[in-house]
């Protein structure tokens, strides 16, 4: 188990003691295709090509944890003590009713007459304008109660943590203060359903079958008025980015109430006496100046691919170069590859920004700021940091101030000098990094007139190639298939080439197959439907897409432009298979949704959607996969009208 995330959760529950605890119905899930993407390092990946006739990402995709977690083979253990509860949690229009009622009873800090729909559990969780949770209370269903009185008690509790916390002088005024406090806080209300008992072989396995963040997990000790429940409720499993095995851990642990319970596997713990748990729930938070309340599925909206445009594209761009030119590059900060992909993205970025000059000046300013920063440290810089860095330049110039500029040509010259060695001994470097040398080379080779460069270019390339199977090449992505371009670009300059490029059959093949595992609308069930577009990497702990998708689209999308690469004939299809990776793409950010209980910079991409972390390279690899389509998309219009 990941002990950081660990020691959140556990900070979290000591913080918020819930006052209840909730249960509620199975909860089905998303295991998606048996053959994809492999490994997920930063720059690489393992390829597992479908064979001929193999199955689909349908045909694939593996049933959730009611068919896969089979009922206990030993009579279980009551799952609830309120085993009337309803077994589902309220429907849409009930759970607004409820959320109205309890904002209601917010706002006027104190409960009313009106009954809340019956749930068999709840959980109230309270935010300040800042985002930090105030408060957070659960209940559950009491023996033969029918789910009433679980939401009234769960808002009461919050409430009662609320007041404790606010600091509010108890006079006369107490009453009218507190309900001016209400208006500073946030809501969040969960509705759970009954509980199902279920078996679990490993923690691993309880990751690899149930999609996180969908639906609550929890465990239970004893039964009865002695019995201890321990639910996860889904907020605070996307909050602290544990998958199903981690919180069904977490969850163990805590019913148990013993520390070493936290290193035990599943089945030691159940043969303990825990027995695990499973349940849907529902999720309504509010969202705006308006406070408009808002279903949330795996902690944010979903957004469907049939409100991809470019407009929104060109918006989301935009939303993403600000978040990256915020960052911080320190001085000498060379070797870090989040900084010099951060760096090109932005530079790239700049070229196609749909705002004014004076806002893609912006873009491409901060790139060269960033380069002149990291300049100073530019001895210490990998061939992989270094061919970032040659690129940024390239892209960004050294335009004006002089000291910046002296930074940058200083820079650049110690990155070319760490890619002329790169490229002299390409065999002594990892494929996807001889790929990036190979893509910037030709950019300098290119920009120099020096030919000997140009084909030392291609030479390592060819040894990318050649070190790494053909089913596997998809992980050289994007750089592999940027290089062809530079290196076809560059013979065209320096020689007069006719620009073919060499590997175009090889390119349109790992085109092919990335699609072939991209996930559709009918290969998932309705609660992973923020997974579409998205390509399943299979050999890691969590075989879902995650924002290593975004590395072989970034290539996709500069073929979408390229007529050697994507006819006029094909290039409806293909804009309608990036839709939906946008679509995912859009899924990926921290927008006002996901920042009602997440962490990190707004508009950052997160590492998958059911987490709120926000890995160093992702943004900038979504800026370029964005900035691709909309190159691609300008170039396609340009033909059209003729204006080539």
Not at 123 to 152: H, S
Not at 418 to 443: I, K
Request: proline letters at 5%; glycine letters at 14%.
């Amino acid at each position: 188990m990941n002990t950081r995330r660990w020691a959140k959760d556990r900070e979290l529950r000591q913080t918020f003691p819930a006052r209840g605890v909730a249960i509620g119905t199975a909860l089905a899930a998303l295991v998606a295709c048996g053959l994809a993407l492999g490994p997920t390092p930063v720059w690489a990946g393992v390829f597992q090509p479908q064979e001929p006739g193999g199955a689909s990402a349908l045909a694939n995709t593996q049933p959730g944890v009611v068919q896969r977690m089979e009922p206990p083979s030993q009579p279980p253990v009551p799952a609830v003590v309120g085993g009337s509860a309803p077994l589902h949690p309220p429907e849409p229009g009930e759970a607004l009713r409820a959320f109205t009622l309890v904002r209601s009873w917010l706002d006027a800090w104190a409960m009313g007459t009106a009954a809340a729909p019956a749930t068999a559990s709840a959980c109230v969780t309270l935010r300040g304008i800042d985002g930090q949770v105030v408060a957070r209370a659960e209940a559950i269903a009491g023996e033969g109660t029918g789910g009433q009185g679980v939401i009234e008690e769960a808002i009461a509790a919050a409430m009662e943590q609320a007041e404790e916390r606010s600091r509010v002088s108890n006079d006369a005024l107490w009453a009218e203060r507190m309900r001016e406090y209400a208006k500073t806080l946030r809501l969040t209300l969960e509705m759970g359903g009954l509980a199902v008992p279920v078996d679990v072989e490993s923690f691993e396995q309880a990751a690899l079958m149930v999609s996180p963040g969908v639906g609550g997990v929890g465990a239970r000790v004893g039964s009865g008025a002695t019995g201890r429940v321990s639910l996860m409720y889904p907020s605070v499993i996307v909050a602290t980015g544990m998958d199903a095995g981690a919180a069904l851990s977490s969850a163990g642990s805590d019913a148990l109430e013993q520390g070493d319970a936290a290193l035990a596997g599943a089945s030691a713990l159940q043969e303990r006496g825990v027995r695990f748990l499973a349940f849907e729930s529902v999720w309504v938070t509010e969202l705006g100046e308006d406070r408009i309340a808002t279903f949330l599925h795996r902690g944010g909206r979903v957004f469907e691919t049939r409100d991809v445009s470019t407009a929104m594209v060109r918006e989301l761009g935009e939303r993403l170069a600000g978040v990256l030119e915020g960052r911080e590059v320190e001085d000498g900060s060379a070797a870090s590859m989040g900084a010099a992909l951060s760096a090109y993205a932005l530079a790239r970025w700049g070229g196609v920004s749909g705002g004014t000059q004076e806002q893609r000046e912006v873009w491409t300013r901060a790139a060269r700021a960033m380069l002149a920063r990291a300049s100073g440290g530019m001895e210490r810089v990998t061939p992989g940091a270094a061919a970032l860095w040659e690129m940024t330049g390239l892209e960004a110039g050294a335009q004006g101030d002089a000291e910046v500029g002296q930074a940058i040509a200083i820079g650049r010259g110690r990155a070319g000098q760490v890619l002329v060695a790169a490229l002299a001994a390409p065999e002594s470097l990892p494929p996807a990094v001889a790929a990036m040398a190979a893509w910037a080379g030709a950019g300098r080779a290119g920009a120099l007139g020096d030919m000997g460069q140009v084909e030392r270019a291609d030479a390592a390339l060819r040894s990318a190639y050649a070190r790494t199977p053909a089913g596997e090449w998809v992980g050289l992505m994007p750089w592999a298939g940027w290089a062809e371009q530079e290196i076809a670009s560059a013979r065209r300059r320096v020689a007069g080439g006719d620009g073919a490029l060499g590997g175009a059959a090889a390119l349109r093949e790992i085109r092919d197959v990335v699609w072939k595992h991209q996930v559709g609308a009918t290969d998932v069930m309705g609660q992973d439907r923020d997974l579409v577009g998205g390509i399943v990497f299979t050999r890691g702990r969590q075989p879902l897409p995650t924002w290593h998708s975004l590395r072989p689209l970034a290539y996709l999308a500069t073929m979408l432009g390229d007529e050697r690469l994507t006819p006029a004939a094909e290039f409806p299809g293909q804009v309608l298979r990036m839709l939906a990776s946008l679509r995912f793409l859009r899924q990926l950010c921290a927008d006002e949704a996901v920042m009602t209980w997440g962490d990190g910079p707004a508009w950052g991409v997160r590492g998958a959607v059911w987490t709120d972390e926000q890995p160093g390279e992702a943004t900038a690899m979504g800026l370029l996969v964005l900035g691709e389509t909309v190159r691609s998309l300008e170039a396609v219009q340009r033909r059209r009208a003729g204006g080539q």
